[in-house]
Nanobody, 123 residues
Framework: EVQLQAYGGGLVQPRGSLRLSCAAS????????IGWFRQAPGREREGVLC????????YYGNSVKGRFTMSRDNGKKTVYLQMNTLKAEDTAVYYC????????????????WGQGTLVTVSS
């Protein structure tokens, strides 16, 4: 059974930092691309970042460039989303996703979705 367990969300003040983690199991992690999506209240779900099997990252939007980075540890089957200089508009449920394709180029359709972790940016 494929599992993607995201954790590390919480309440953080504007301009603060937070690191999300996603522990994966049930599939050959090394060969899958992994992504982060988010959904803010009342808004559509949007892609944030993707990391391919060579640990190269692709931003799915401009709003987080220069503030968010993503990395993976294949030995631990875990990916991380480092979020810096957080803004109120980053408030959302963040989802960890996985797909058996190696590259982050092309479509943004992912096979597997985790349960999400809530990030709230507020003073």
């Amino acid at each position: 059974e494929v599992q993607l367990q995201a954790y590390g969300g919480g309440l953080v003040q504007p301009r603060g930092s937070l690191r999300l983690s996603c522990a994966a199991s049930g599939f050959p992690f090394d060969y899958y691309r992994i992504g982060w999506f988010r959904q803010a209240p009342g808004r559509e779900r949007e892609g944030v970042l993707c990391i391919n099997t060579s640990s190269m990252t692709t931003y799915y939007g401009n709003s987080v460039k220069g503030r968010f980075t993503m990395s993976r540890d294949n030995g631990k089957k875990t990916v991380y989303l480092q979020m810096n200089t957080l803004k109120a508009e980053d408030t959302a449920v963040y989802y960890c996703v996985a797909d058996r394709r190696a590259s982050c180029l092309g479509d943004r359709i992912f096979e597997y979705w985790g349960q999400g972790t809530l990030v709230t940016v507020s003073s």
